[in-house]
């Protein structure tokens, strides 16, 4: 019976420990990688950041197919990222939290490189904090699609090209040497 309790207990223990390394990636701020839906292949890393309650999103690396060109520019784009290099192209912009849902942001807007246009959008991040759903749409979110953005691990910032990585770390910042930076309960992931 007490080896019961012992077990119970230690069980109970550990439930509260991974409850509270849950809830330190109760934020969007981080690494995410995107994944074609079809392919299941990695299409690109984003770097969530957060200023003064506002929260972007920059594009820190590509996973290109055979052929595609790594330089690629925003020719299409009509505001101030026209001719801007897709890498470290500021995708999401101005998202807030939703005064009634502490997992939801909203009142930004996301931008489509391929073809320049600019939508209203909408970030929802699961109670686990380790999935974004990424909303795009037209007016109203019924008139849009998802895309679900799969948190990494901080040290995976190690791995960006050091201008973007200068850019989007919050360790790098601070710690410019390029010690690694503080680890989150996020599960590992293979390129």
Not at 57 to 62: C, E, I, Q, S, T
Not at 92 to 102: F, L, V
Not at 104 to 127: E, F, Q, S
Not at 156 to 184: C, E, F, H, K, M
Request: hydrophobic content about 35%; glycine content about 10%; aromatic content about 8%.
């Amino acid at each position: 019976m007490r080896a019961k309790l012992v077990m119970g207990f230690a069980a109970l223990l550990s439930l509260l420990a991974g409850g509270h390394a849950i809830a330190a990636d109760q934020s969007p701020v981080g690494l995410w990688q995107a994944v074609d839906p079809d392919t299941k292949q990695p299409t690109g890393w984003f770097a969530v950041t957060e200023q003064n309650g506002v929260y972007d999103g920059a594009l820190v690396k590509m996973f290109l197919r055979p052929g595609e060109d790594p330089n690629e520019l925003c020719d299409k784009c009509r505001d101030d990222r026209h001719d801007q290099p897709w890498l470290g192209l500021q995708i999401i912009r101005g998202m807030k939290p939703d005064s009634d849902d502490d997992n939801k942001y909203t009142g930004g807007t996301i931008l489509d490189p391929r073809d320049g246009h600019v939508y209203d959008a909408m970030m929802t991040l699961t109670p686990d904090g380790q999935t974004l759903v990424v909303r795009g749409y037209l007016g109203f979110s019924l008139l849009g699609r998802n895309e679900y953005w799969t948190r990494l691990p901080d040290s995976d910032y190690s791995t960006l090209d050091p201008a973007i990585r200068s850019a989007v770390d919050p360790s790098a910042q601070s710690n410019p040497a390029g010690s690694q930076p503080r680890q989150r309960n996020s599960p590992a992931h293979s390129e």
